[in-house]
């Protein structure tokens, strides 16, 4: 934002004033509108909802018609960017891949005189990246099997098979898991980082015979849980969401949760830079982002969207207050640096039997 407003500084000392602007230049400050732009994001619920939301109200401000692709692929974001055939206007960056991308200057900078980012949460501003919501992956149990309270209260007692047994279901993959194994050893949430791989990965080796089934998408911790192929389960927190609204025996545990920005950015090279921001604008509306955050239970950071929250939705979002406080925010910078490693120690560790 500094470098933006610098630029215009200088030009008005070079003598670029307004008024000396001839008629062209005023007509070339906002671009011609194109017949579409392209989103693209995870799809699925998530898809339809954009379109109900923030695609619907860009589509009537502007005009220009949206059209939206998945999934989120970092691979085929730099393969894009790195030919100049940027197909995307707008991209959802997954996991820790947006400080990647920023690092790989796949981005295009952020226009914040556009894009009015002054009242989110000072951490999560930033010149090449868009905060869109929150999410965390959390611990989620049969109500039917864990009553009145009694269900464990955190990965020390996920680990505690004897209290409470049954069959488990964690990630195959090391986000997350490293963190959970390492609370579960009895490491504070302030001092997960850096992880310590191999006390964690010792740590998963006490859990391993409980655990029936490494999910891989999304959708299978929930359906485990509805099916009773298990009784606990890891997963993010929309999907248990989901099946609670749907009347299932099934809810939460924030105690322990790992919290994550939730990220889009507009890819380096397309035409429709200006488009772009104006459609990260609209994903700013405090109103819209109620809708995605009641029907999804991932909320937006904009301040006032818990206004238009109905009371009873408050307790299954993240960033309640009393959620948030039993939680530890992902370390992105840790993983960026680390992922590769944790990844193969994480294979090396999932072939032994």
């Known amino acids: 934002m500094t470098s933006i407003r610098m630029t215009r500084r200088a030009a008005l000392a070079a003598g670029l004033s307004a008024a000396a602007l001839p008629a062209p230049a005023f007509a ?15 799809g699925g619920a998530m898809a339809n909802l954009f379109r109900r939301t923030y695609n619907a109200e860009f589509e009537r401000r502007h005009g220009i018609r949206v059209v939206d692709t998945s999934p989120v692929d970092f691979g085929k974001l730099r393969a894009m960017v790195d030919s100049g055939n940027v197909e995307w206007t707008v991209t959802e960056l997954g996991g820790q891949d947006f400080v990647r991308a920023k690092q790989m200057n796949l981005l295009e900078p952020l226009d914040l005189s556009i894009i009015d980012l002054s009242r989110y949460p000072a ?53 997350d898991n490293l963190e959970f194994a390492l609370l579960a050893d009895g490491v504070p949430m302030d001092k997960l980082y850096p992880i310590d791989i191999d006390r964690a990965l010792r740590k998963l080796t006490q859990i391993r015979p409980h655990v029936s089934v490494w999910w891989t998408t999304g959708a299978q911790p929930a359906q485990l849980l509805v099916d009773r192929e298990v009784v606990l389960a890891s997963g993010w927190n ?5 099946l609670a609204q749907r009347g299932a025996p099934v809810a939460v545990e924030w105690q322990g949760g790992c919290a994550k920005q939730n990220a889009f950015g507009i890819p380096r090279g397309t035409r429709q830079a200006h488009w772009a921001n104006q459609f990260l604008q609209v994903m700013t509306e405090p109103r819209l982002q109620a809708v995605y955050a009641t029907e999804l239970a991932y909320p937006g950071l904009h301040p006032d969207t818990p206004n238009f929250v109905a009371d009873a939705v408050k307790p299954h979002l993240p960033t309640t207050p009393a ?30 039997r």
């Open 28 to 42: 070339q400050t906002t671009p011609a509108k194109p017949d579409r732009i392209v989103v693209n994001a995870s």
């Open 323 to 352: 959620n948030l406080e039993k939680q530890f925010w992902l370390g992105v910078d840790w993983w960026t640096e680390n992922g590769q490693r944790a990844q193969e120690a994480w294979n090396r560790w999932m072939l032994r």
């Open 123 to 175: 951490a999560v501003r930033d010149t090449h990246v868009f905060p869109s919501s929150v999410y965390s992956t959390v611990l989620a149990y049969r109500t039917d099997v864990f009553r009145d309270g009694n269900h464990p209260k955190g990965w020390a007692e996920f680990w505690d098979v004897r209290r409470f047994p049954g069959p488990r279901s964690l990630r195959n993959h090391p986000v």
């Open 238 to 242: 929309g999907r248990f969401f989901e």
